[in-house]
Each structure stands twice: as C-alpha cells, then as structure tokens.
T-cell receptor, first 110, second 113 residues
C-alpha cells in the first residue's frame, strides 16, 4: 500500500464549477499537508500548506484536513481554464521527507 | 520562474551508461532536494542536502548518488542506467527547515534507451 493515494483522474469540469480534489493516506504520523500545482513540462509549485487538522482558505482555494479519517481535500471555487493542471498532494511527518500523491489531472473547459 | 535552474533539460542515453544532472538553487537557499517523477510512481523523494551535507534520504537507489558543492549547487549522478530509470528528475531548493517551502526547478527529462 502506498503512503499516499490520489485518484489520477483525469477530471474535466466546465468553467465556473467547484472542483474537489482528494487524497488519502495511511501514516497517522503525518502532520503537515500540502497541495502543489504542476503545469505541463514545469516543476510543481506550492498552492496550500496546512498543519494538522482543519481548513485553510486562500482566495478561490480551500484546503481541508481530516486526520481522523486520514483524508485531505482541495476545493477550487469558480474554476478557470488557467487552473487546468495536475494537482499533487504531499505530506510529511516532522522530518524533511515529503511523500507525494501521483497527481490528479484537471481540465477546466471554457 | 522559481529561480532554480537545472541542466540539461533533456538527456537521452543507453542502458548501462552514467549521467550527471545539475541543479543550481535559488540565491540564499541552503538546501537542495532531488525527486524522481515517473508516470506510475508519481513524485518520489530521493535525497536532501543542506549546506553541503546529506540531511535526509528517501527512495534513492544505490546506483544513484548526489552531492552538494561549496557554492551550493548540486549534482545527481545516475549510473548503470536501466530502462526503468527513464523519468523526470526535479531539483527543489529551500531554506532547509521542514516548515519552509520548496521551490522546484523545471526538471531534467531522462530517457534511457
């Protein structure tokens, strides 16, 4: 079993839709949770960074962490064509090793 | 542009060969992380260096090695290459503390034929 599981999609939504992206994990020691966005042929860029359980909002993006269920989510409101990318979840314990999901490919159709 | 540079952008080589990937971190960043990204495995952490010293090790094969030089640039050496080593190799840099963000470079695409 992988440490982090993420549905690869692909996910296709119309412009303006609310997008929900999810990851599950098996290691209860994970404390830090991140979402990265990766455009084609580019390196990942950090979108959201959350410590422990709870919600964090940044503009159109909301990250949720439910440690009891070992489940994290990223919501994108009013999705735009420019949001079309692969979204990677990542998490770690207290050390420096990050564990990434395989990524979900998202296409927002104008 | 993240400020992290990686060379070369593309590399095509044959099985059994050895290659070196190079990474220059953002100005001021002391730490360099190496990752391998393949379609089936996703992004896999390989190794981290902080100010010249190895800080953390992930799923790095014994055929792979890395180092960070006094000017803070880093090299990832891949030897006895196999077809399965074909992947995107990313370098990221940061201050090196766990809570600090990692900034990813554009990656090196390695193809082993």
């Amino acid at each position: 079993q992988k440490e982090v599981e993420q549905d690869p999609g692909p996910l296709s939504v119309p412009e303006g839709a609310i997008v929900s992206l999810n990851c599950t994990y098996s290691n209860s020691a994970f404390q830090y949770f991140m979402w990265y966005r990766q455009y084609s042929r580019k390196g990942p860029e950090l979108l959201m960074y959350t410590y422990s359980s709870g919600n964090k909002e940044d503009g159109r993006f909301t990250a949720q962490v439910d440690k009891s269920s070992k489940y994290i989510s990223l919501f994108i409101r009013d999705s735009q064509p420019s949001d079309s990318a692969t979204y990677l979840c990542a998490m770690r314990e207290t050390g420096n090793q990050f564990y990434f999901g395989t990524g979900t490919s998202l296409t927002v159709i104008p | 542009d993240s400020g992290v540079t990686q060379t070369p952008k593309h590399l095509i080589t044959a099985t059994g060969q050895r290659v070196t990937l190079r990474c220059s971190p953002r100005s001021g960043d002391l730490s360099v992380y190496w990752y391998q990204q393949s379609l089936d495995q996703g992004l896999q952490f390989l190794i981290q260096y902080y100010n010249g010293e190895e800080r953390a090790k992930g799923n790095i094969l014994e055929r792979f090695s890395a180092q960070q030089f006094p000017d803070l640039h880093s090299e990832l050496n891949l030897s006895s290459l196999e077809l399965g080593d074909s992947a995107l190799y990313f370098c990221a840099s940061g201050w090196g503390q766990p809570n600090n963000e990692q900034f990813f470079g554009p990656g090196t695409r390695l193809t082993v034929l």
